[in-house]
């Protein structure tokens, strides 16, 4: 299995693929491309003709978009164990997932994962603050539903998990303010090995894009 990915320190969909198998220790190879220069259009279209990351190949089977990365390794590789095993908790996890799959553009747009930096701050404007609310709300909600069952979303880690992970990244570089519980979760996230992984190599990236670099030092 293969893994196309972009730069780590910006590419939070490419996150949102790589750390599921990750986590579960499955076997794949990463190719790594630089996203934001002259070849990267062509080194994507040797894996992909979407045209962007991520990108899984396993075998002759392609799959691209993160969500659906992780649905076929879920199926393919954990016996569905990427969702929680509960039907409602799954509706639930997925209905999370799917929503941050579709929504908060405005938070994408001003507070970009750059895992690098901290200590940013940007204009805090009604819109990306409703969407700062909205997930500190869903995140401290989950947490206090299901915190007996382990410090995850859903207690266990799942693909809701994954789809989060690129935010609080964000709000570990941005520092919103949110609740304790949601602060909580961050540490938990932040704290896993392969998240620390992520975010050393992603340190060592040398590439700087910079309509990627917002917010000031405080």
């Given at each position: 299995?293969?893994?196309?990915?972009?730069?780590k320190n910006y590419s939070s969909w490419s996150l949102r693929a790589w750390l599921l198998p990750a986590y579960h220790a499955i076997s794949f190879e990463e190719v790594r491309i630089s996203l934001s220069v002259s070849g990267t259009s062509a080194a994507?279209?040797?894996?992909?003709?979407?045209?962007?990351v991520p990108v899984l190949h396993d075998g002759d089977l392609v799959v691209w978009d993160s969500l659906a990365i992780c649905e076929y390794i879920s199926e393919r590789y954990l016996g569905g164990g990427g969702w929680p095993e509960d039907m409602g908790m799954?509706?639930?996890?997925?209905?999370?997932?799917?929503?941050?799959?579709?929504?908060?553009?405005?938070?994408r747009k001003l507070m970009p994962m750059n895992c690098r930096a901290e200590g940013r701050r940007v204009k805090m404007t009604?819109?990306?603050?409703?969407?700062?609310?909205?997930?500190?709300?869903?995140?401290?909600?989950l947490r206090e539903k299901y915190a007996r069952r382990g410090p995850w979303l859903f207690g266990d880690f799942s693909i809701a998990d994954c789809m989060f992970a690129p935010v609080v990244f964000r709000f570990a570089t941005y520092s919103p303010l949110i609740s304790k519980a949601s602060k909580a979760y961050m540490d938990t996230v932040l704290s896993h090995p392969m998240l620390r992984l992520w975010q050393q190599q992603a340190c060592q990236e040398e590439e700087v894009i910079n309509e990627e670099e917002k917010g000031d030092a405080c």
């Amino acid at each position: 299995m293969k893994l196309i990915i972009g730069n780590k320190n910006y590419s939070s969909w490419s996150l949102r693929a790589w750390l599921l198998p990750a986590y579960h220790a499955i076997s794949f190879e990463e190719v790594r491309i630089s996203l934001s220069v002259s070849g990267t259009s062509a080194a994507i279209a040797r894996y992909s003709q979407a045209g962007k990351v991520p990108v899984l190949h396993d075998g002759d089977l392609v799959v691209w978009d993160s969500l659906a990365i992780c649905e076929y390794i879920s199926e393919r590789y954990l016996g569905g164990g990427g969702w929680p095993e509960d039907m409602g908790m799954r509706a639930e996890a997925r209905s999370c997932s799917a929503e941050m799959h579709s929504g908060f553009p405005v938070l994408r747009k001003l507070m970009p994962m750059n895992c690098r930096a901290e200590g940013r701050r940007v204009k805090m404007t009604s819109d990306v603050r409703k969407d700062i609310e909205r997930i500190d709300a869903l995140w401290s909600s989950l947490r206090e539903k299901y915190a007996r069952r382990g410090p995850w979303l859903f207690g266990d880690f799942s693909i809701a998990d994954c789809m989060f992970a690129p935010v609080v990244f964000r709000f570990a570089t941005y520092s919103p303010l949110i609740s304790k519980a949601s602060k909580a979760y961050m540490d938990t996230v932040l704290s896993h090995p392969m998240l620390r992984l992520w975010q050393q190599q992603a340190c060592q990236e040398e590439e700087v894009i910079n309509e990627e670099e917002k917010g000031d030092a405080c």
